[in-house]
């Protein structure tokens, strides 16, 4: 049952709703699931707007467990977001007369590959898309990650002990993590401390 789901959903300003049932423990998972959105539609950090829902609302969401969260959960956000965006490439394509496979989206704009200067901003997109009755731009995505690799981690610590009073000393102590690619390198550090 170790499967995730989420939605994505583009506003007619240029903002996205991204809709999940995963829980932030404190570990900054769901800014990690934001900042995933924004780099694959292309738009800021600042404009993913994430709805945590239960499964009446939203996809059904496996717990929270064992550092799998950014790797499961991230897995569908981005292709949740890649399906809304493909929405969003093709109306800009109507609109540009620019195949949707010739266009990129960057900082909230929507360009033609060969022709930079050709370009909208995904508010203009969305917002004529509205006007012409061509429906939401929404990405849904459902499934398990290809994987769950496991984390490493050591400590070592190195102690005086009196061996009079049992009294521990901690003298210098290391720590550290193979975490894969950071998303969010501060909040890596927050969990590990």
Not at 5 to 18: F, P, R, S
Not at 134 to 146: E, K, R, V
Not at 155 to 175: I, L
């Amino acid at each position: 049952l170790d499967y995730s789901g989420a939605i994505v959903k583009m506003n007619e300003d240029g903002t996205a709703d991204l809709n999940i049932a995963a829980a932030d423990m404190g570990t900054g998972n769901l800014t990690a699931m934001a900042a995933i959105a924004a780099e694959e539609l292309g738009i800021r950090y600042e404009d993913v707007i994430v709805t945590k829902a239960d499964t009446d609302a939203t996809l059904w969401e496996y717990w929270i467990h064992a550092s799998r969260s950014t790797y499961s959960v991230g897995t569908v956000v981005k292709r949740a977001s890649s399906n809304a965006k493909k929405s969003i490439l093709e109306w800009a394509s109507r609109i540009l007369s620019v195949p949707a496979d010739q266009l990129e989206t960057r900082d909230s704009r929507i360009y033609s590959k060969a022709t930079p200067s050709k370009e909208l901003n995904f508010r203009e997109v969305l917002e004529y898309a509205q006007s012409q009755n061509w429906g939401t731009a929404i990405g849904t995505a459902s499934g398990s990650a290809p994987a769950c690799p496991p984390h490493f981690t050591v400590t070592f610590a190195e102690v005086e002990v009196d061996t009079m009073t049992g009294e521990v000393k901690v003298v210098r102590a290391v720590h550290s993590a193979d975490v894969g690619t950071p998303i969010i390198p501060s909040a890596i550090r927050g969990q590990l401390i």
